[in-house]
């Protein structure tokens, strides 16, 4: 049971014309007689019914008042109330548990009140309570004691208090989880954190970071060596994401001279104002999305240096925090000093990583949707050759820093992609006084809901759009990047066309996937384009077919003997073990799909498919096919026999009255003209 902002004991000022709050935190050695006194009061209740807890003795044990109340509050971490098993109580008190009424306390209260309905006609007074009860439990088998005991086994007064752990909790215990839950209460209530960051607390070694796979590999890699201002940039992003924690990065003070790749000088500080957005900022309430803020606030502020040695100090990672925060409506600064980090309990391993797995890794279910849609075409080669990336590296602009949502990259071409919300007014307006820094940059693509298509008209002719409702469409993203990003041009002047019939001729057939790796074609419109470069000026030697690919006539004439041998042989086989078959010949069709292979034995005139039955499709030589004219003449000797069946149902209908119909007139459009 967490307390609330309000309940933490606090005092305000007001500083330089701010109001400022600083909350009450128990440094060591403070109040551990009392917290102990406080344990103890709650370690002799164990299994005593809440009725018997008493919370101004509680509160005497520590002597403030709102300190005592979140102490009591914070003890719900180690103690709880519960209630005892009905089945327990009742064999406990020699009752028969299988009767109706005592099968739960919901029928033993109705059975009593039935019971005052027939016999007291539903009021009992205060003299006929006694014998009415007594004589109701006797009916049970029970005492008018253990009816009472019943009757309110279930209420909050005889819920028994249980430890929920091994021991009791230290004093010391007890007052850090004071500590991070005071400090967790007023985050609840943030509008925003800021946080200025100096850069060069972000050297690597074994304790600096809890990475994992190929991201520590390589970060272990650099050793003591100072990270580029754009990896420790992407390193706070990806704190923040991954905790799901919306953020934006700026420039402290005059620091616009950057570059990604710009290592971390020890004698000039990098300095960034990194702001998290708080529950009031982005949705208004606490809950979920406050414990998330101030996970990633103690984890920032508890940032090891260098060698692991001891808590990081403000002066080396965090230069500075401050949070405003909002209670009692007023607007209040809530400082966070390195005094406080000493009184929060440590970061345990591998927080960063928790919700890995969660949504929590998407700003927004829109993201995680395209992103999954993408995937999902890039498997059947649907997003036309571009590869998409989550978390790009940030931009870094004259006075602040952009961290698109997206990259899609294809060759050395790379297009950022941000999704626009409709959230609050102040993120909206963050968002505009980015995108006009981002002015003349023709490689951001930007992805607009349609209620917010007003709000975003000042920079609607800067950048390509991509409006949507619910959902983003990845048809439409798709269509934009190839109206605006088309370079069919420069990529088919830069094919070298004889390396490429070179190829053709080596490996006699070249897949349609290989023909489009080898062109640069990412569409089979381009495809078909290109081919015919390729197909010159080879007098017909090289041809192509869609759905097969490059070839040879040289290839062509070989595969067909191959087969034609083989198909001498059996005379006639299913279509999947001709494809098989086919695929032992021509280790070039391995890795091709069945309909490709399809594609090849239609084309071959001495080869026939035949499709007799819906279920199995054979492959026979055309001289042993049924000829067409046979076919023919059995369909008509069918034909003649029908009409035995068909006369005695004509001279039926022939004894009904003719209907009579109304001339249709003779239609003015003939076939032709439809075409």
Known sequence: MRFSLQDVRKSIQ?????????????????????????????????????????????????????LAHCLIATLSAWYSWQTRDWVSVVKELGADAQQPALSSPIQLRLALYMYVNAHYNGFLSEQQRPQALQTFAQELGISSASLEVLLHNDSEEEARLIRTGERAPTASEVAILYNQWAFEAAL??????????????????????????????????????????????????????????????????NETDLALDRPLQQNKPLLLNLTLYGPQEVTGLPQQYGLRLARLCRFLLGYRTHGGQGRASLGKAVVAASARVHFLQRTYMFAMDANLLQLLPSVPPGTEREGEESNVL??????????????????????????????????????????????????????????????????????????????GRQDLLLAIPEEAKEVFTPIANDFPIVYYTNQLSLAEVLQVLRSHYDDFAERLAQVDLEAVQAQVWEMGLCSERTSMELLQCYRRSELLKAVERVCDNTGGEILFVSGLGLFTQTWMHQALQSFTDWMQQIQSCSLADAIRELQIQQPGLQSSEETSIETLIGLWSEIRIQRDSIFEARVELVHLAKPLQETAEQDALTTEEAPIAGDMKKSTRQKRAPSKKRPRAEPETIQENLW
Not at 20 to 39: H, K, M, N, T, W
Not at 418 to 434: D, M, N, V
């Open 14 to 66: 007001r500083r330089g014309g701010v109001l400022a709050v600083s909350l009450y935190f128990l440094r060591p050695g403070i109040l551990q007689v009392e917290i102990e006194r406080l344990i103890a009061y709650f370690e002799g209740l164990l299994g005593q019914p809440q009725s018997q807890f008493s919370v101004d003795e509680a509160r005497a044990y520590i002597g403030d008042y709102r």
């Open 188 to 253: 609840f209530t943030a509008s925003e954190v800021r946080l200025v960051i100096d850069c060069n607390a972000f050297v690597l070694s074994d304790a600096s970071v809890a990475t994992s796979g190929a991201e520590s590999s390589w970060l272990k890699g650099q050793g003591s060596v100072g990270l580029g201002a754009g990896a420790a940039i992407k390193r706070l992003c990806y704190l923040a994401r991954r905790m799901g924690v919306y953020y934006d990065l700026a420039y402290e003070g």
């Open 362 to 439: 998407f700003d927004s279910s829109i993201e995680q949707a395209f992103a999954e849609a993408f995937l999902g075409a890039s498997a059947s080669q649907g997003v036309d050759g571009w590869h998409l990336e989550r978390e790009p590296e940030p931009l870094l602009l004259d006075r602040s820093i952009f961290i698109p949502d997206f990259a899609f990259s294809r060759g050395t071409r790379r297009i950022y992609g941000e999704i626009l919300g409709f959230w609050t007014p102040a993120y909206r307006e963050r968002k505009i006084q980015k995108l006009q820094q981002l002015r």
